[in-house]
């Protein structure tokens, strides 16, 4: 069964639409984008997009590749400082000459739509509620729970230990009573862990999940999303043979991406002061 997050995500931008239309002060998310890099481009736009669609503000700042880190740092500080942003997102990848982490440091944790600072993702850690949930995990929570795929007690396998993706998807999976296998480049026996598994997510970016690891039960989630050989939108998973062979899947596109936009929409629609 396909998880259909192109609908599941219409539904929450539906409620967080309805959300937004009741607040008393508008939500700003002020976006900053550095530099030409295609796919942020394309990512940025469509967060610009769906920000229209339930009626939140939405500004892009645009830098150029050779930007300097104080010139980020201080827009930064601005924006905390203007009452009437309510969210601020530094699309990344920043250029190698900058030092994402003390970007996103400066990010004030009550606007860090993204929860990428570190008061949220200690937060998140220790078991306390943080301002926001990063939006990739927190999309994909959404998707589990809207079919009602249990989560308390599963097996979860996530490939990938990224910031965005798989450090806060095993932490908010464990704070959900699942058991966690944390897969990287360096881990052993990949097959096998995948294999049984309840519930795999692949944060990868190359083609990694094929047909014979995984079971007819298997929960496939893939946030991988990157062009093949012959410029095809395509995912982590070897979906035309996985598909007929497991429970539940999400397809790329069609699946995380639409969820990970209706969640950092979510995200964006609440205020802090
Ligand atoms: N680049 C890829 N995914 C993300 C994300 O979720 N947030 C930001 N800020 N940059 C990204």
Redesign the pocket.
Known sequence: MILDGKNVSSKILIKVKERVDKLKIKPHLVVILVGNNPP?KI?VNNKKLAAEKVGIKSSIIEFPDNVTEKELLDKIVELNDNSEVTGI?????LPQHIDKNKVIMAISPKKDV?G?TPENVGKLVIGMKPYFY???PQGILMLLDEYNIKVEGANVVIIGRSN?VGKPMTQMFINRNATVTLCHSYTKNLEEKIKTADIVVSAVGKKIVRCKMVNKNSVIIDVGIFKDVNGKITGDVDFKLVEPTVKYISPVPGGVGPM?IAS?MYNASIIYS
Do not use: R
């Open positions: 942020s990512y997102l530094v699309q990344l990848p993204d990428f990063p939006a990739t965005i990970t950092l």
